[in-house]
């Protein structure tokens, strides 16, 4: 920069008698200071002290041109020592009374340079910027209303430095608050209309070229929501005891009071409470929501007074139980609207990083133009409280579950709004949203809040029409697979007994309960007592062997010589009924027998037997027919319930087919209910928003007693 420019000559001609000269002097001057190795040449040559005195003396654009270049050297941090208190005065009556908005431009960006460097070099050591500017403003009582009046500029730029300018006033004001009452200035910019002009350039189609003033005038607002929060309530302070007293006259308590005969008026014994406030010193109830929750009160009692007092008396009509606590509501109504706008979070900068933001519905949703009408929210949310209060029959163990509802519907309706609908629009929908629409949008969000940990495992119900809050339930899709898991063990378990092997007992039958019918077995004339069973470790075989007696060790597989291939098994049937209660646990109720059994139940296996079996006994043209019929390849016959649901059952889920035994079916639904069961004790009360129980006393017991969760089972 300094190649193109020779800047001892640019310096002479700020001093130039000819003003087309200096103007063009410190047109260039303007576009070169902004590099800070040129400022140090432009200050080490002297040229400060020319630029202040055209800031001083100059008009029109020369003007214009001084002061850009005057702020960008500030924001350098350079040139303090001559920012004297008549350049203050100078730039304070150009804001106030220049016309052209170049000059304006200009002169609202230097002071907002001061106001924004409170640290600087100055004769007033400890001064902030503020208090540089607040003699010359005192003076220029038109400077805070005509600043504001330049928000609604059609000059963007202007409209940018004014609200730039406002921000850096309330944020000094906020941060030396101990030497400046800043509620004062907070006030006078509210009365003066800057909440509307700002909520109306946030909905505007200039909000792109106005993004970084209107998000830092948003965070601001969080600022001052937090210090009000941050403050305690204390009566000694005598803005906050006139608020205190003022609800009470506001409640029109006298007028629901008889006068004594003597003349005498009787003291209300309740005269908080009937307010909605839990006790008679309502300063402390304000723990939570500090000033700004006294402030939320009043704001709705005094914009709506005679709604107020008519709201107190409908009230007092209903039964104890069953009142709405007002001002316990308004609180609540605050801290919702705390948590919705995220005030505790901050964000200083955020207007930067949205600033950047390529996307277009990031950039739409950063910007929040219904915190501005915080007041106006709290009354509908208020309302809104008191409206389901009522719907829903609410009695007072009920609160916190409308407060739920009340933090929903702010979701739904304040936090789906777009940048440009209109606070009425909002206020409308928040006094007509329909109850039922609010618990199905209850329940929903429950679902989706706990479905990252327990996926579709569980659902909430209301318990009946009056009940707001949530039942914890259990899905159809959980207890299907929680079946289905059972299903599978159980099948495990079934096969694992066939793995293991069994006895059974041989009925006084010949060829037909023998196995396969062969050339070996047709000459069997006498049948053997016992016959043993054991699947193979494939799984692919059922190994069998008969034997005159039951031994006590139980054979090896190696040792049954006869097996039937799985493939080959076409079905397996029984005569046990599918609802037949076990007759006992174990699978041996008959544990010996002295000779043939003489039990009933069967179990019959049918299958195709391979072709070569038959080749040698039948012609070859009936030979193809032959290997296709299906034939009984075994007869097994259990001594048990138990015994015949184990192998029935386990060579029907061997097979891939379904079980049919009662017994199958009960232990199928014992280990899906004891998963249930375990799945539901995860769950703790306060995840799914429900109140926790009381648990039972200990006194009177000894140490032989239990706690019942069979409920659980039915999500109770």
Known sequence: MMDSINVAELVERLSSD???????????????????????????????????FLALHSTGNTLAYCLTSLSRLL??????????????????????????????????????????????????????????????????????????????????????????????????????????EWPRLIKQLQELGVIKSVYGLMQS????????????????????????????????????????????????????????????????????????????????????TGFLGLMDLTDFVYKNEDGFQKLLLEQSAEPAEHRCPIARASLAVTNVLYDHFDVEKADENESHRYVQLESRTHFERAFKPLLLHWSRLHSSGLNAFVRLWKAAGAEAEDFEKIEELVRILIEQIVGQATRTKDIKDVEEELAEFDIQRLRELQ??????????????HLRFAHRSPHFVG????????????????????VKEQRIRCLLQGAWFPQALNYAADSGPITSKNLSRTVPSTWRFARLSHNRRYLHYADFEEKTSTEPRLDALPDKIDLSLVSSVVSNVSASAPSTSSSDSTLTTLPGPASTSTKITIHGYLPASSHARQTSDASSSAQARKESVLLQ?????????????????????????????????????????????????????????????????????????IGGMEAGV
């Open 18 to 52: 000819e003003e087309s000269v200096r103007k063009m002097a410190v047109f260039k001057l303007q576009n070169a200071i902004g590099d800070p190795s040129f400022a140090d040449v432009f200050i080490n040559e002297g040229g400060l002290p020319k630029l202040r």
């Open 75 to 180: 924001e350098l941090d350079k040139g303090w020592d001559h920012v004297t208190d008549d350049l203050i005065n100078r730039i304070v009556d150009l804001v106030v009374a220049q016309p052209l908005v170049n000059v304006n431009r200009g002169a609202m960006s230097v002071m907002a340079a001061i106001v924004g460097h409170p640290n600087h070099r100055s004769s007033q050591p400890g001064v902030t910027g503020f208090q540089r500017l607040k003699p010359a403003i005192d003076v220029q009582t038109q400077f805070l209303p005509m600043l504001v009046e330049k928000i609604a500029s059609a000059d963007h730029a202007l409209c940018a430095n004014a609200l730039q300018l406002i921000n850096a006033l309330m944020r000094d004001a906020i941060a030396n608050d101990a030497a400046f």
């Open 205 to 288: 189609s200039a909000v792109q070229d106005l993004a970084h003033p209107l998000l830092e005038f948003q965070s601001l607002t969080k600022v001052l929501l937090r210090k009000w929060r941050e403050e305690k309530v204390d009566l000694e302070k005598s803005d906050h005891r006139r608020a205190i007293r003022g609800l009470h006259l506001a409640s029109n308590s006298e007028k629901s009071k008889s006068d004594d005969p003597k003349g005498s008026k009787k003291v209300n014994p309740a005269k908080w409470r009937r307010l909605g406030f839990d006790t008679e010193s309502p300063a402390w109830e304000f723990e939570n």
């Open 443 to 456: 329940m929903e969000l429950l679902e989706l809040t706990y479905e990252d940990a327990w996926g579709h």
């Open 470 to 489: 949530p039942r914890l339930t259990v899905t159809r899709q959980v207890r299907e697979e929680l079946n289905h898991e059972a299903l599978v063990f």
């Open 636 to 708: 097994l016959h259990p001594q048990s319930h138990t015994q015949a649901s184990e192998w029935l059952d386990g060579l029907l889920m061997l097979l891939n087919q379904q079980p049919i035994t009662a017994d199958t079916s009960k232990l199928v639904n014992l280990i899906g209910g004891y998963g249930l069961k375990i799945r539901l004790l995860n769950v703790r009360f306060e995840d799914v928003g429900l109140e926790e129980p009381t648990l039972p006393s200990r006194e009177g017991l000894d140490d032989d007693y239990y706690y019942d």
